[in-house]
């Protein structure tokens, strides 16, 4: 799965919100956590389907499994909420 197709709309999304910051030091400090996120992810999703497409629910969960995947993503919003 290519997780890093989602990045740019993720990273959109928390730039509207302005939660880019706060996110990316969210998952680099629960990157060693990323399995048991990645499983609240996997148990959410019955309940948040309607707002969110399956695809990038299980490529957001298969990122917080993968801890270089996950500070990688980090990084890249740190990347994009440079001006």
């Not at 990316?24 to 048991?36: Q, Y």
């Not at 298969?62 to 890249?76: D, G, K, P, V, W």
Request: proline share 4%; aromatic share 10%; glycine share 6%.
């Amino acid at each position: 799965m290519q997780v890093d197709q989602y990045w740019h709309e993720w990273a959109h999304l928390l730039q509207r919100w302005g939660l880019q910051g706060i996110t990316a030091s969210f998952l680099e400090a629960a990157a060693p956590a990323g399995v048991i996120l990645a499983q609240c992810v996997y148990l959410g999703q019955p309940f948040i389907r309607e707002h969110t497409s399956s695809g990038q629910m299980d490529a957001l969960a298969s990122m917080l499994e993968n801890r270089q995947q996950t500070l990688s993503f980090a990084r890249y919003l740190r990347e994009e909420s440079k001006p």
